[in-house]
């Protein structure tokens, strides 16, 4: 007996990383909306030019795909316990899978075998293609930045590794992100880079288009297409080669004088950090949160470190600095300046071009209502998340490393080090940490890595001990 589509995607859904009910069991998976798109022809038949879009290829004709090649556009809900979520999918269909697509085989319908359609170049350029035409294909609505040139002739790659949502890379050009759990409404990232890309902000990555539909009645983005930097490394893997040279070198060296020392680049994103800090708070309003509200937010802290515990029982030892650190934030009473930030800000979310650090994916913490992604908040919380990161850095490598014990106090030499050339270089670059700042960016890192027991306990259970080291970590 053949399956149905929806029986096949509950079956294979649980297996995508980027999958955010991992664990619970799926009472119920539907179709809301689904879009067949067109992939016959050049995407000149879908929609005549709109004024202002300027394709560079005119004349460039895609391949079509084959002609047994279809693919739909789906909007599905997940119900698992009480809550129900709402994913994107692009399926494919085919008579026969070919070899390069059965790993992302979804399963047999009596449409064809179903796909994960992200993964075939063949179809995946109508969506670039329908961005730089401006198209609206069934409810789906494709648009791009004013004057934006788009070449729609290159193909596309997934980009590999662990994330939360699909980037499709398009020659060295364009990278299109595919948010993959939807919330309704205008991402914040869209919202942000646009409007720090108006202002020429040398900090971010170029924005070239967006896919938008009607969920839930709210006008909410689908997709996100930037300049993709194909010479650009990112920061983890930066800051990791410099640890790797660190573990290496022979014992009693210090980190300063190792070759791939780290603490200049360091300071050079405290800077940039201090910059883009700058340039959010003209493009956005600004306020502040006065001491009752402090208190709130205090409680807040509470709240979720508790709720950390109740799912990590292993936090509840050591949970005692967390308390102290709240209980020092709820006495502040001075107002904090509050403004928009990045929310989820670590290493892995900056690249180093030749001449700058790019800031990428201004989404806030996957998993938070959208009201408090996109809520004034204080810069201070970005600088805890990137002193977050420096420690992860330090201390990843050692959780199967044979000499961790002796290369703990070199980890915390490097995370030391780093973590203030960064604090510097945001002074430097005209950033503020001084008086109750320091109070509160202890707050920060401390509910931040409560955050982080729970991400990893369900992400990637053999990294919990770094974020339970933060509540063991002096005072700094
Ligand atoms: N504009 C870009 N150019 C080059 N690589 C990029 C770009 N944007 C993202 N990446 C790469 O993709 C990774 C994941 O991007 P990110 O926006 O953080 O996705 P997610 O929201 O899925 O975590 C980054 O760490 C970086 O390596
Ligand atoms: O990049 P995302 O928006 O998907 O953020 C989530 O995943 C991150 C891991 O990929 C996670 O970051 C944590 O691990 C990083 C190392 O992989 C480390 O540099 C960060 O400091 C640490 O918080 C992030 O918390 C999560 O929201």
């Given at each position: 007996m053949r399956h149905t589509l929806e029986e096949l995607l509950a079956g294979w859904i649980t297996h995508q990383r980027w999958f955010a009910g991992k664990g619970r069991a799926i009472a119920e998976l539907a179709i809301e909306a689904g879009t067949p798109l067109p992939l016959r022809g050049p995407a000149e038949s879908l929609h005549s030019d709109v004024a202002g879009s300027s394709r560079t290829t005119d004349d460039t004709v895609r391949p079509p795909a084959s002609d047994d090649v279809s693919v739909r556009h789906l909007v599905i809900t997940v119900r698992q316990e009480s809550q129900t979520d709402r994913y994107q999918l692009l399926v494919g269909f085919r008579p026969r899978l070919p070899q390069r697509l059965r790993h992302v085989a979804i399963g047999e319908t009596e449409d064809g075998f179903a796909y994960d359609a992200v993964h075939d170049a063949e179809v995946t350029g109508i969506l670039l293609s329908s961005i730089a035409d401006g198209a609206d294909l069934g409810g789906l609505r494709f648009r791009h930045m004013p004057g934006a040139e788009i070449d729609t002739s290159?193909?596309?790659l997934v980009l590999g590794g662990e994330q939360s949502n699909t980037s499709l890379v398009f020659g060295d050009a364009y990278i299109c992100k595919m948010f993959r759990k939807l919330v309704p409404g205008v991402n914040p990232e869209l919202e942000v880079v646009s409007a720090l890309a108006e202002r020429g902000s040398p900090n971010i990555a170029r924005p070239y288009g967006w896919i938008e539909a009607d969920v839930a009645g709210e006008n909410t983005t689908l997709a996100f297409a930037q300049e993709f930097l194909p010479t650009a490394s990112d920061g983890w893997a930066l800051a990791l080669?410099?640890?790797r040279d660190l573990y290496g070198s022979p014992q009693g060296t210090a980190a300063a004088d190792v070759g791939g020392d780290f603490?200049?680049?360091s300071h050079r994103l405290g800077m940039a950090t201090a910059h883009l800090h700058q340039q959010l708070a003209t493009a956005f309003p600004t306020g502040t949160v006065e001491p009752p509200d402090i208190k709130r937010m205090a409680e807040g802290f509470r709240r979720r470190l508790e709720a950390a515990i109740e799912e990590v029982p292993e936090l509840a030892g050591h949970a005692e600095a967390a308390h102290e650190a709240f209980d020092r934030l709820a006495d502040v009473d001075r107002p904090i300046t509050v403004q928009r930030v990045h929310g989820d800000y670590h290493l892995?979310?900056?690249?180093?071009?030749?001449?700058?650090?790019?800031?990428?994916?201004?989404?806030g913490e996957p998993g938070q209502p959208l009201s408090e992604r996109?809520?004034?908040?204080t810069p201070v919380r970005d600088v805890a998340g990137m002193l977050r990161s420096f420690d992860y850095a330090a201390r990843h490598l050692l959780s199967d490393h044979p000499d961790a014990k002796s290369l703990e106090p070199r980890a915390a030499e490097w995370a030391g080090r780093n973590r203030a050339a960064f604090i510097e270089g945001y002074s430097a670059?005209?950033?503020?940490i001084r008086g109750d700042d320091a109070v509160l960016l202890r707050a920060l890192e401390l509910s931040k890595a409560a955050y982080e027991v729970i991400y990893e306990a369900r992400n990637r259970p053999t990294w919990l001990p770094i974020p339970l080291a933060a509540f063991t970590l002096d005072d700094r």
């Open positions: 290159p193909r596309s080669t410099s640890v603490a200049s680049e892995g979310q900056v690249m180093r071009t030749f001449s700058e650090w790019i800031v990428l994916d201004f989404e996109r809520a004034l908040d670059g005209g950033g503020h």
